[in-house]
Every structure is written in C-alpha cells, then in structure tokens.
C-alpha cells in the first residue's frame, strides 16, 4: 500500500465547501492508498505548525507528499513544506492550482525555483499553469481536475428565462461585485431578472456586495444562499437558466466544469486558464474582466438566441464527460506508482 501524505487546506468539513483535496483524496483511498491529509486548523499559523509537524511525525512512513500549491500566503505554505520534504527526502508533488502563479514565478524567482526545480513531479488540473510554467523553465504534467459525471442531471436549457446563477467564495479574486452591477444593467430590459448567489464569504466581501445590491436598487432580484453542500446548489441549479463566472483570476474552477455537467450556458471572464477550458461561442461564452457591459450583453445574447443556448448547452456537457473521474485517476494512479 502507498503512502501519501497531503498538505493542504482540509476545511471541507467545517465550511461544507468541498475542495479537490477531498476529491483527489477520495480517489486515492478508493484506489488502495493511504492517505493522511493535513491540516483542518482555521487559524493560519496554528495551519502551519501543525502541517509541518505532519511531516516531521510522518517522514518515515510516508512514500510521497502532495502540496496544494497556490500563489498567496499558501506559496509561503508550500515553500517551508517542501523544503522539510527535501530533508527527510521525500518524493514531493506540487499540485498548481492558484491562477496567479505566473505572476509569482516572476516576483519570487528564488524561492519559486527552490520548490519547483527539486520536486518529484509538478502537476496541474491547468493547460494554462502548464504551459506558464514551461516557459519559465518548470516541467509540469497536466492532470485534470475530475467530477463524477453520473452525479449530474443534465437539463438542456433553451427557452432561457433571465435567472442567474453564480457559485463560488464571496472574495475579491473572485469579483462577485461584477455579478451585481450586471444585474443592475439588465433589469431595464428583463424587470423579473433573479440572481442567486451561492458561496462562503472569505473576505467580507459578502457585505459589500448586499450594499451595492441596495446602492443599484437590486437587492430584491439577488438571493444569497451562503455555503451549500454540491448537491444541494445542484438541486437548485434547476431553477435558473445561466450560470455566470465573474472571476479576475482564475484557473480551472470545478464548478464550470460542474456547471457544464448540469448543461449550463456559460458566461464568464477570460481571466487566466478560462480560455483553456471553456471555447468561446462553442461550449460557453467569454468576455473581458470585470465589463458588466459585455457580460450583460452575452447573457442578453443567449436569452434572446435559444437555439445557440440549446448548441452551448450540449456541447459543455460533452466537454464535461472527458473530465469525468474513470478517464482521469489512472493518471494520478501512474504519477504515485
């Protein structure tokens, strides 16, 4: 039996948000492999001792390390773990997922090269991280982020009425202001418009976002639901017709790829790695960071079109069934072997 040991933010269940650490440790486990996952502390410093006291407690028993790496104070996370790996000579795999790596590449060229250069493998559920970190001289394998396609009814949307949908952390990364002020700019047009906003507040942002809902006299289109488990925000997925990704930096969220399982038309940003997940005009629809104008005229474009909605609509469910989990672990099987 493999031993993995992962290092990474295990909150899934106090938030109830569930991360790909729990869905790449559930695959393993089912897989054979043991897994001890590290850390569930909420406080930041207290996350940090006690997963490098994991390591040290775990160094002779473990066969390979896996880092959930992204590109803020979590870098700090993966720089301080991965050099504990490399003494106790433990095989360690970076796991890329923050889309603003690149940019950290190129601050932090030092201390990026310290963790990269010497790990085992580097891998990515990103062409964009790939391909990023390529050119900057780190080899990187490109392993998908994965869902089980069987979990999610797809629904053909045609006929789109003008219900939004947005899933993820209320953070400013994440920009769900733009969602607001897209809203304010189609009730003109569409007066029973409704938006539901789905997601942990990370950053106060959530606030923010009710005050301008107030500011821009949209308040009462907007329902804010906080956290739901994945299969209550699919239940209730069935209610509305768009999805909408707001987001200024990104990668490759799990909840496009769950978005498309479901059969949404997408509209979101082109920040980062989007381009390389979703084709534009083919199995979703792209626009600039952060323009309410021209997100508002795609979502307006799809109401107004349902045979392209109906095209979207297929297509991304076709997309999402080359992500599914059976095509995608015996790639993680073969990098632990």
Same mark, same amino acid.
């Given at each position: ?32 492999? #043991? ?12 996350? @940090? ?23 803020? /104070? ?21 796991? @890329? ?14 201390? #990026? ?9 580097? #891998? ?18 490109? %392993? ?21 949908l947005w899933v ?26 409704? @938006? ?45 017709? %768009? ?35 979703? #084709? ?19 979502? /307006? ?27 995608i672990k015996a ?7």
């Amino acid at each position: 039996m493999k031993r993995i040991l992962y290092i990474g933010n295990n909150l899934s269940e106090k938030s109830k948000y569930h991360a790909t650490m729990a869905s790449l440790t559930h695959l393993l486990t089912d897989n054979g492999y #043991s897994v001890i996952c590290s850390s569930n502390k909420s406080n930041k410093i207290i996350r @940090l001792f006690d997963m490098c006291f994991t390591v040290i407690s775990n160094r002779n028993k473990t066969d390979y390390l896996l880092i959930d790496t992204f590109s803020t /104070s979590n870098f700090y996370y993966a720089l301080i773990i991965s050099q504990l790996a490399r003494l106790f000579s433990i095989k360690y795999v970076p796991i @890329l997922h923050g889309g603003n790596l690149p940019s950290r590449l190129d601050s932090s060229p030092f201390l #990026s090269k310290k963790i990269f250069k010497n790990a085992y493998k580097n #891998s990515t559920p990103s062409t964009y991280l790939k391909y990023e970190f390529k050119r900057r001289g780190f080899e990187t394998q490109f %392993i998908p982020n994965f869902i089980s396609i069987e979990d999610f009814n797809f629904k053909k949307r045609s006929q789109l009425k003008p219900t939004l949908l947005w899933v993820r952390a209320f953070d400013k990364t994440y920009n769900p202001q733009l969602a607001i002020r897209v809203v304010a700019l189609l009730k003109n047009e569409y007066p029973t418009i409704k @938006l539901c906003m789905v997601g942990p507040d990370k950053d106060g942002s959530l606030n923010e976002v009710k005050q301008l809902a107030e500011k821009l006299n949209v308040a009462d289109a907007i329902t804010f639901t906080g956290v739901l488990p994945k299969e209550e925000w699919h239940e209730l997925s069935k209610e509305y017709a %768009i999805f909408m990704n707001t987001t200024n930096i990104d990668n490759m969220p799990v909840s496009i790829l769950e978005a498309m399982a479901l059969g949404y038309p997408i509209v979101s940003t082109n920040a980062g790695g989007l381009p390389y997940l979703i #084709s534009n005009d083919l199995d979703g629809m792209l626009v600039p960071v952060n323009d309410e104008l021209a997100m508002s005229e795609a979502i /307006s474009s799809l109401i107004k079109n349902p045979e392209k909605a109906t095209i979207l609509s297929e297509n991304a469910r076709k997309k999402a069934e080359t992500f599914d989990i059976n095509a995608i672990k015996a790639q993680w099987l073969n990098l632990l072997t």
